[in-house]
Every structure is written in structure tokens, then in C-alpha cells.
């Protein structure tokens, strides 16, 4: 190895000791510099002798070079005559810079291939395709990741190896021989892999260096024909679910340019393909904004939106939802409905329901207001009887709503899609009650119709009796109705033939039964038998926590009724509203409430102590010693007995009537009669006609 010594200390010294130093061939064993040289540092950190004096530096070394880097002509000259008897070799400045710029030119061309090569390695590991390349004597030189993947053999085993010892199947000697271009060849690399390969000889100035193979695996393609295939078949059926539809259908992309319309759209609207397609979205709009717009700016559904569309400004109810596809905004489809046809389906549905409503219960669980605990538990009670077969008795005052119950226990039990038909024992006469209740036969009585006619009982079956008013059947038909819920079948009127029945029987009452058995009104075993699942309502007094709730719900009822806008009640009302003893229960708040609402200006929303009226109340009583009656007057006026008592009974019949507004069974239940005897002493008194 020949010893070099570089004299100079400029920036060309310290690149060409970095260049000489990577050499096999030439050794810088020190470098001659000033003192306080900048780079000076440098070369000792790469272990060369540092001089001040180039005549020590050579005397110190056996030297076969000196080359010569401050471009002084005397210190050449110098140096040509101290080493004149010496074999050593004094490269001028001159030539050390051609040969630097030599090197610099070397060493950013070997950068460039380096950075070129680089670049060629990621492009070709990038690659989703796999690439195997030979050389002229069929040793692989290139093998990239995805052929590693593919073949699951590994490049660092398989480079530098005959191709055909790695891969027995390959054909790439064959364009070896050929040097053809093979294009979509098929391939087998092992059992269960088959690969679709390309070769390609590589030539190099006419002359052949190799060949490469580029390939794919067989699998993801026919599985991405397979996904190819089903979107095509998904579209497809798409398109015809959305052209079946009788909804209006639209679809725009994701700027709100129309791509899809379906007949229906068309028929509604008045718009064809070629006014839609390809137009904005607010084409088809005659009154209104853009719902497609606004759903592509917010990327949020619209509901419900009203709006006029086509040249005739059809007045439509439209549903806008975008659509997004892998967290992006792909456009947004439209359903449009008429409006005009929903409104007429609508009155057809209430005029249905209306229908329906007059065999079916009207209400379920959810209609019965308040979370007081008295409440909560009876409807606790009815849910458990509603899903049993079980005779249910609802007990309770007047007004507390035992038929709303009724309704909610058939509606809650397996028989709510059958009938439910209501009957009020009290408003019946005594003579038509068994017929109405049992049916009749053709012939059975006067006037009956012909071929006869079904009873209650019977338009009942599989579904379920509401029998309220109970306690006030008289004896024989307490009997019967007692056979009824024994034997499950009753006997028409003027028959002897029974008739097996399936009939759930809800009855009602706001008597005190009890009372009624100990004095022998009512039989103990037809009360045994319909007490089996007693459910008591509480009365309204005892709901103080349910008045703001039962007042509100009822605000929502009235003001449809009224025209009015009450939505609440001030902390005054309620407070009187919970002071009053409510004889008369719910129904009795419904009408003090409707009365209210009555006086109150239609912007009113909050009801004042003001608008209340004032609350019936109980009449005070007599003053010890001052009768409510004249008795001199009786007697003085030559009156009897029974006719002072008769006139009495007049006065007080009117009296207790009056002050319960005309309620008869109320009237009944306070003078503790009879509601047949309270309207046989009404006749008779001639207070009602």
C-alpha cells in the first residue's frame, strides 16, 4: 500500500484525506497544516499526523507520494528538490485538484445511482403484484416481498439460487431461449395456489442479461370478480326495490347533482329522467329549500319537512338521509311523500278507528294518569289480572274511573283483538235486562225480531263484559248471572237450548257489597264468585300527588274543545284543588276544570285561583229546634200523616238531587235506596217525567 502526505490545510484537503481514507490502495499517513488550521482537529480525529513543517513530516516516514495542496510554486519547487534523491512522487496542485473534482464527480454519481436504486427497490416492494428476476444464467437476482408472500419462500434463501431449484414450476428460462413476452399466463406453485404471470426477457444493448416475472395471486382476483359480481347483482336489485316503490325516490351525489329518479317520483312530481338527471338539486323544488343541500352541508338527516315540487307545486312531505360510505359523504337520498294522499289515509284511518272503537275498549294502561301509590297499585293489580282469565270486581267511588280500567284490563289480556262490549246494569229496566244480556229466540215476547237475537253474553265470546253497576241487579237476575259464571253458557230468552260461552267478565260497582249481602240485596255466592281478583280504586282525594298531572292532561283534552291554550296551573290552584274533598271524583275535576277553562281568554296558558268557580259544597245543617219544614203548616192545613211525609220526601228527593247535579245513582247512594226505587219515587213525585 502506498503512504501518502497531503501539505495544505484548505477545505479540498479535508475532502480529499475523507476520500483517500475509503481506498485500498493508498494510505494518508499525515497531513502538513498551520497551527491554528480550522480543520486541524478534524485530521486528528482521523489519526493522522498533524505537522507544522513539511520537511520533519518527510524525514519521519518512508513516503511514495506528496501531494501538495497550497498551489505555492516555490514551496513545489522546494519540495521536488528535497526528495530529488528519494523515490518518491510530488503531485502539483494543478493535478491534486483535477483528480479532487475527478473524485467529487465519482462520489455524487455513486450517490445518485445509490439514491436511483433506492428508489427502484421501494417502488418494486411497494408493488401489490409479486416480481422474481434471473439473470442470463437463471440465478434469481430480485425477489420482492408480495412474491415472498405469494410463494412463502424467503428472498435471502432464494437469491443467488438457480430459479427452477426454487421454483420448479417457473417458465422463465423458457424467454430465457425465446426471449418472448408471455402475457397472462397461468401458473401452478404449489397445490393450492395458482398465480397469473407476465415475462419478460430484459435486454441490454441488444444483448440478453435476464428475464423478469410479475405475477398476482389467482385467489384475490377471482375473489375481487366475486365482489364484482355480487355489487352488480346488490345494484341491480336496488334498482328495482326503488322502481317497485310507490314512494317518490330521489338520489344526488355528493354536490348535489341528480343521479337517480324512480317512477314514482315521476308521477308525483311531474319530472322525467332528462329535467332531474344531471340537474341540481333544486331542479324539481317550486316553493321551499333544498333538503338534499342541507343534508350534504350538515351530513344530518331531515324529517317531516314540507315543501312544493313539480310544475303543478304538489304539496309533499319529504325525508332526506345522506350517504356515507367509509366515513365519507357519498351524496343523499330523498323519500317523498304526497301529502295530499296522506291526509286523505289519515281521515280514513280516524274514521276507521272511530268504527272500531265502538266494539273495541278504548284505552290501555298508559291513559290512566298519576304515580300516586294508591294509583300505581291498582294498576299493578289490573296488569297481573289482565294476563290471567280470572273474574275481576273493580271497586271504587263514582267518578274514579273503574270503566277506564276495564278497558285497560281487555286491552293488556289475550283477548284485546276480540270484542268488548259494555253494559250498565242500572240503565236497563228490569224487563229488558235478561233479554238484552242473554239474547232472545224469534217469538220469544211481542215485538221480538225475527229469527231472534244475540245477547251481550253471546257478542261477547272470546272477548270480554264490562257489567258495571253491579250491585244493583235484582235477585232473580243475580241468579241467573251467577249460573252464567258457573257453567260458562247461557239460555236466550224463550229457549231452552244452552249456548257454551268463552267471555271474560269485568264487573263494577261503587257500592259497599258487604252491606248489601248482610241485608240480603245481594247473594253472597254470585259476590264470591266475581270477587275473586277485587281491584280498589282509590278516590280522587286520596291523590293529592296526581292533581298537577290529571290537570294537565286534562288542559290537552279541553282546549281542543274550548279553543283554548292552557298548558299549567299556578301553585294557588293546585293548592285549592287538593283542599276540596272531591265527592265527585275525576270527572267531577274534569267539569270544575272545563268550567274554568270556559271564562279564560284564549292566550291565557296558566290558570289562576280567578278563573276557578266556586266549589259545590255539602249544605250546612239545621239549627238545633228550627226544623226544615212548617209543621203547624201541615197541621193547620188539615194534612195527614202520609201526606206530610210524601211532601217531605218530595222536598228532600229534589234537595239531594239538585246537589249532586242530576247524578241519580249518586242521589241513590247518599239516601241508601235502590236506583229502581230512587226512579219509581221520582215518578211518583213527578220530579221526573
Known sequence: MKKALIIGSDKNCTFLVKVLSQTDHLEVIGIVCHEKSATRSTYLEHKLHVYDNWKSAVDDFTLNIIIEMTGSTYLYKDILAYVKERDIIVIPHSIACILLHLLEEKEDLIDEISNHHEKIKNIVEATHDGMIAIDSSEKITLMNRRAEQISSISAANAIG????????????????????????????????????????PMMKNQELIGALGVFKDVTEITKMAEEVTNLKSVQTMLEAIINSSNDAISVVDEKGIGMLINPAYTRLTGLTKDKVLGQPATADISEGESMHLKVLKTKMPVRGVRMKVGPAKRDVIVNVAPVIVDDHLKGSVAVIHDRSEIVSLSKQLEQAKQMIRTLEAKYCFKDIIGH???????????????????????????????????????????????????????????????????????????????????????????????????GELSPPMQAKLLRVLQEREIVRVGSTKAITIDVRVIAATNDKMEEKIANNQFRADLYYRLNRMPIFIPPLRDRCDDFRELAEHMFRKLNKDYGRNVTTMSAEVLEALQ???????????????????????????????????????????????????????????????????????????????????????????????SIRNLYYKLKKHHVID
Open 579 to 673: 283542599r276540596y274533598n272531591w265527592p265527585g271524583n275525576v270527572r267531577e275535576l274534569e267539569n270544575i276544570l272545563g268550567m274554568a277553562m270556559i271564562y279564560m281568554h284564549y292566550t291565557d296558558n296558566e290558570m289562576q285561583l280567578c278563573h276557578l268557580p266556586a266549589f259545590p259544597h255539602t249544605p250546612e245543617k239545621n239549627v238545633e229546634g228550627q226544623p226544615d219544614f212548617q209543621l203547624e203548616q201541615c197541621l193547620n192545613a188539615n194534612m195527614s200523616l202520609q201526606e206530610i211525609l210524601e211532601s217531605q220526601e218530595k222536598k228532600i228527593l229534589k234537595k239531594v238531587l239538585a246537589n249532586h247535579n242530576g247524578n241519580k245513582t249518586q242521589t241513590a247512594k247518599v239516601l241508601k235506596i
Open 161 to 200: 439460487k438457480k430459479i427452477n431449484h426454487v421454483i420448479p414450476s417457473s417458465q422463465l428460462p423458457r424467454v430465457l431461449q425465446t426471449k418472448e413476452v408471455e402475457r397472462n399466463k397461468k401458473q401452478f406453485i404449489s397445490k393450492d395456489k395458482t398465480i397469473v404471470t407476465t415475462r419478460v
Open 372 to 470: 300516586s301509590v294508591g294509583i300505581q297499585t291498582a294498576i299493578a293489580q289490573a296488569k297481573v289480572a289482565a294476563a290471567t282469565p280470572v273474574t275481576i270486581l273493580l271497586r271504587g267511588e263514582s267518578g274514579t274511573g273503574k270503566e277506564l280500567f276495564a278497558h285497560a284490563i281487555h286491552n293488556e289480556s289475550d283477548r284485546k283483538y276480540n270484542k268488548f262490549i259494555r253494559v250498565n246494569c242500572a240503565a236497563i229496566s228490569e224487563t229488558l235486562l235478561e233479554s238484552e244480556l242473554f239474547g232472545y229466540e224469534e217469538g220469544a215476547f211481542s215485538g221480538a225480531k225475527r229469527g231472534g237475537k244475540k245477547g251481550f253474553f253471546e257478542e261477547a265470546h272470546k272477548g270480554s263484559i264490562f257489567l258495571d253497576e253491579i
